[in-house]
C-alpha cells in the first residue's frame, strides 16, 4: 500500500523559509514522480512544482519560480519542497502527489500540512 506523510508545515513570518517533506512508502522502486500541490481557502487546488522520475527535470508555478525548490533523495523515499521568502499570499494546505503511469496514470496523495505566512 503506497503512503504519502508530509511534514514541516506550521507559521512562519513574512520573508521567512520553511522546508516541508514527504515521505513515501509502498512503491518497489523509485519509478515515480512527484508533485507539490497547495490549495489556499476558498480557492482551487494548484500545483507548485514537480519533479521527474531521475530528479533531472523540475518545473514550478510562475508565483513561486524562484523562491522554492523542489527535489528527492531517493535513499531516504523522500520529496522536499524549500521555501524560502515566503508571503501571506502562500498561506494553503500543501499536499504531496506521486503518480505513476502505465496503462493509465495512478496517482497518490498525502494528507496535507497546513503552512500559514503572517505577521
Known amino acids: 500500500q503506497v503512503q504519502l506523510e508530509e511534514s514541516g508545515g506550521g507559521l512562519v513570518q513574512p520573508g521567512g523559509s520553511l522546508r516541508l517533506s514527504c515521505v513515501v512508502s509502498?512503491?518497489?522502486?523509485?519509478?515515480?514522480?512527484m508533485n507539490w500541490h497547495r490549495q489556499a481557502p476558498g480557492k482551487e487546488r494548484e500545483l507548485v512544482a514537480a519533479?521527474?522520475?531521475?530528479?533531472?527535470?523540475?518545473s514550478y508555478a510562475d508565483s513561486v519560480r524562484g523562491r522554492f525548490t523542489i527535489s528527492r533523495d531517493d535513499a531516504k523515499n523522500t520529496v522536499y519542497l524549500q521555501m524560502n521568502s515566503l508571503k501571506p499570499e502562500d498561506t494553503a494546505v500543501y499536499y504531496c502527489?506521486?503518480?505513476?503511469?502505465?496503462?493509465?496514470?495512478?496517482?497518490?496523495w498525502g494528507q496535507g500540512t497546513q503552512v500559514t505566512v503572517s505577521s
Open positions: 519533479i521527474s522520475k531521475t530528479g533531472q527535470a523540475t
Open positions: 509502498g512503491f518497489i522502486d523509485n519509478n515515480y514522480a
Open positions: 502527489n506521486a503518480w505513476i503511469l502505465g496503462t493509465s496514470r495512478i496517482d497518490y
